[in-house]
């Protein structure tokens, strides 16, 4: 089973990078493990991925343990042509008590247990067959003597009466099996039965060989005497007469072991077949399956919370931890290995991993690296950037030899795109509404380093604005478009009192004027709104 590594919920770039890098890591070194992703790519992280050309991770959606991690016993169904010998035979060899049938799709039809062949055996209608010439002449070791129908659906009869006793009583309903009496046989000709079984392996004359062949009355020869073969004869039926097909507890592999136990709980089975994605049958699972059952295994990296992570995770293994965030509550029963350390990104963390075990680092992956570590410390912006981070992206860069300003520029920029949204849905992104001293306002504020685009459309956003103003009845309403690489919010806005705004930033008058340092809505630009409607009362 593959190790499954992933990053946080609603997963920024550092976490999805830390996860395709440390999984070729560990590929390297030998282990099986699968970058994942618990949600959607953002912008950013897209970005990233197509310029590096390297593959999205397997999305997720929880960790819980699922049949498919089970060791149950897979294996291939059975035609609904067999006979039911063979597949008792087949369940012998193998030392298993049930069977599937399935169609040529691999499509489960019906199941079968030792106990409904004991069952069909005692009391089944032994008068009836149907089966086929294939299934006749390998149960019953026999020799084709005529080739007539291929598949049989009749009443079987062993003739011991007379031959006078059963004229008339003989018709192409009938399979009879019978010695080396031939004017039975000769009669049962005449009649046209389906099928005359002889006993014994006696020798039957050339002459009704060759009525038999002419009227297409197949005719075999079995090395058993009557008693056994009327035995042997039922059970070369088709499996598909005895199987149980209605109300099958049957289970996904996706299905989640706490359902299915519950449901196992609930019922008496020994077996439940188990179909897989393509609705294709898969082989049995039994609860001697579910006893020990195989854990996912996991490794976490830029996160370490609950809350932060895949949903089921105590039900998994988790193998590893490496993280640049304080510490969360997640516990474990075994020791694992946990780093924790206080860097920029963890991005920079799989970067001295790289090193410690001096495996090489692809040109795609340090490119990953570098943009990881680039987008948690805002290109080094962040009071969160430490040595490690610039020393790992200096390092990293010498295999790609990017001007990184200009790539980080890049990377925020798609990643703050606001391409292909319109007006109002930009406006309402994060709008929020507030009463500030019996001063009605609205306020959006929105994150982007594409301000051409928005300037682009000023005179429609400043439109939209007014509009929004009136309808609502506000005092204030209030667009930041805020870019967080220059630290500051460029300003549109509606007021009633327009010298409110300004005197409140300490800007002109002006419409889109730049306010260098204002960038959180809650700590900066409420309080500055409140002071300036406290003065100007
Ligand atoms: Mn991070």
Known sequence: ??????????????????????????????????????????????????????????????????IQDLDFHKTQGISENTSILSAYNLMDEEGIATLAIVDKEKELLGIVSIKDIAVSLISGDFRKLETSMENLLSDLDATLLSQGLQFFKGNV??????????????????????????????????????????TGNREIPEKFLMQAQEQKISMISVPYDSLYTTRVIDQCNYIAKIMRSGNIVRFSEEEY?????????????????VINRDQKFSGFVSRKHILNPKRKQTILVDHNEYAQSAQGLEESEILEIIDHHKLGDISTTMPISFRNNPVGSTATIIYSMFRENQI????????????????DTLSFRSPTTTKEDRKAVESLNTILNYDLEAYAMKMFKAGTSLEGQGIEEIFYKDYKEFNLDFHKAGISQVFTLD???????????????????????????????????????????????????SSAFRIPKEQGVFIPGVVSRKKQVIPKLLNAIEIMK
């Open 1 to 66: 089973m593959s190790i499954l590594i992933f990053g946080h919920k609603n997963p920024d770039t550092d976490s999805v990078v830390s996860a395709i890098s440390l999984s070729f890591l560990k590929n390297k070194l030998g282990y099986k493990s699968t970058p994942c992703i618990l949600g959607s790519l953002s912008k950013e992280s897209s970005f990233v991925l197509d310029y590096f050309q390297l593959e999205a991770p397997k999305k997720i959606e929880d960790v819980k343990v699922q």
């Open 157 to 198: 009869s062993v003739i011991d009466d007379y031959y006078k006793t059963i004229r008339g009583k003989l018709s192409s309903d009938d399979i009879i099996i019978v010695g080396d009496r031939y004017d039975i046989i000769e009669y049962a000709i005449a009649s046209k039965v389906q099928l005359i079984v002889v």
């Open 257 to 273: 072991l706490e359902e299915a136990k519950e449901i196992m709980s609930q019922s008496h089975y020994r077996n439940y077949p």
């Open 360 to 375: 090489d680092i692809p040109a795609p992956v340090a490119g990953a690296l570098l943009s990881g570590i680039l987008s």
């Open 451 to 501: 301000i051409d685009e928005v300037f682009r459309q000023k005179k429609a956003f400043l439109s939209f604005i007014h509009q929004t103003h009136k309808k609502e009845n506000h005092d204030i309403t209030l667009l930041l478009v805020t870019d967080i690489i220059k630290e500051g919010s460029y300003i549109l806005y509606a007021a009633k009192k327009p010298s409110l705004i």
